[in-house]
């Protein structure tokens, strides 16, 4: 099974509105944390928000914000007023306690983010 | 202070031969992670290394591919005869520790790997 899905491939949104990417995992650990990354074309990976576990607040990081629902094991990223600068590819990414010695991150398949002027 | 440093960016490799990727981790860090990204795909975890020590090397293919971190230098991901399936981009990433669930790893900018 899948232990990070992000299913939308592709997403378009109008510069200046809000959008928000999807992403689902899948884990029996209690303790584990979320992590959005940001890929653009240039190929780098730019860490955006990250959420614990057992955090009682949703995470916020200026424009990004993470919608989680833990009941629902869906952590969703929220990007206000979008920008042209947006447009990139975005990763979920997880990290259970319980991934061995490593802690190593589990991404999702990512979803391409094109904002329109 | 500068971040998580990998050279070379580009590199063309013909069939048979081998790949070094150089990864410097950031200053103060003593764990470093090597991540590959195949065309269209999320990011795969190959090797944790910590300085001489390989602690989990679970997504490392079996043959051909192999790392270090040694006590002086930057960590070395090798893959001897590369094939056409190893073009991916590689990603190092370092963390000053085995810390809480939110430590975060910090990623260089990939080295992109194409073989002829």
């Known amino acids: 099974a899948q232990k990070i899905t992000q299913t939308q491939p592709g997403m378009f949104v109008q510069e200046k509105e809000a959008v928000t990417l999807d992403c689902t995992y899948d884990t029996s650990d209690p303790s584990y944390g979320l992590f959005w990354y940001k890929q653009p074309s240039s190929g780098e990976m730019i860490f955006l928000i990250y959420?614990?576990?057992?955090?009682?607040q949703n995470a916020t990081e200026g424009r990004y914000s993470l919608n989680f629902q833990k009941a629902r094991k869906s952590a969703n990223l929220v990007i206000s007023a979008s920008q042209l600068g947006d447009s990139a590819m975005y990763f979920c990414a997880m990290r259970e306690a319980s991934s061995g010695s490593a802690r190593q991150l589990t991404f999702g398949s990512g979803t391409q983010l094109t904002v329109l002027p | 202070n500068a971040g998580v440093m990998q050279n070379p960016r580009h590199l063309v490799r013909r069939r048979g031969q081998e790949a070094r990727l150089r990864c410097s981790p950031m200053k103060g860090h003593s764990h470093v992670y090597w991540y590959r990204q195949l065309p269209e795909e999320g990011l795969k975890f190959m090797v944790y290394?910590?300085?001489?020590?390989?602690?989990?090397e679970s997504g490392m293919p079996k043959e051909r591919f192999s790392a270090e971190f040694p006590k002086e230098g930057p960590s070395i991901l090798r893959i001897q005869q590369v094939v056409r399936g190893d073009s991916a981009a590689y990603f190092c990433a370092s963390s000053p520790g085995l810390a809480g669930e939110g430590s975060e790893q910090f990623f260089g900018p990939g080295t992109r790997l194409t073989v002829l």
């Open positions: 959420q614990g576990s057992y955090d009682q």
């Open positions: 290394l910590q300085k001489e020590n390989i602690i989990d």
